[in-house]
């Protein structure tokens, strides 16, 4: 059974630091993206930085230079560093993983529960 853990949410004010691990655990054959959304009360769940096997990133514009996504292979965890939070950044961070876990069949799409990171301003 493949489990998504994350950790590393909380409080923090406008202007601070915060990272997000996620690691996961399990029958894990190969990566194929590992990345992190948010979703904010009343809006819909928005990417916000991912990493692909080979090593390239991608980050919504709105964290571009605040925000770097970064994975460790060995240890199956891809991290969130958030710095120079704002307010807006505010919503539940949720892990996500497309993994391969049986040479037999497609890669399989998984989701952590969620971190709440709250910015005060």
């Known amino acids: 059974q493949v489990q998504l853990v994350e950790s590393g949410g909380g409080l ?11 690691a996961a655990s ?6 194929n993206f590992m990345g992190w959304y948010r979703q904010a009360p009343g809006k819909q769940r928005e990417l916000v930085a991912g990493i692909i096997g080979s090593g390239a990133t991608n980050y919504a514009d709105s964290v571009k230079g605040r925000f770097s996504i970064s994975g460790d292979n060995a240890k ?8 120079s939070l704002k307010p807006e950044d505010t919503a539940v961070y ?8 049986d040479w037999q069949y497609p890669p399989t799409n998984y989701w ?8 005060s301003s």
């Open 112 to 119: 952590g529960q969620g971190t709440q990171v709250t910015v």
């Open 94 to 101: 949720y892990c996500n993983a497309i993994l391969i876990t």
């Open 26 to 31: 399990g029958r894990i054959l190969g990566i």
């Open 12 to 22: 923090v004010q406008a202007g601070g630091s915060l990272r997000l691990s996620c």
């Open 76 to 83: 199956n965890t891809v991290y969130l560093q958030m710095n």
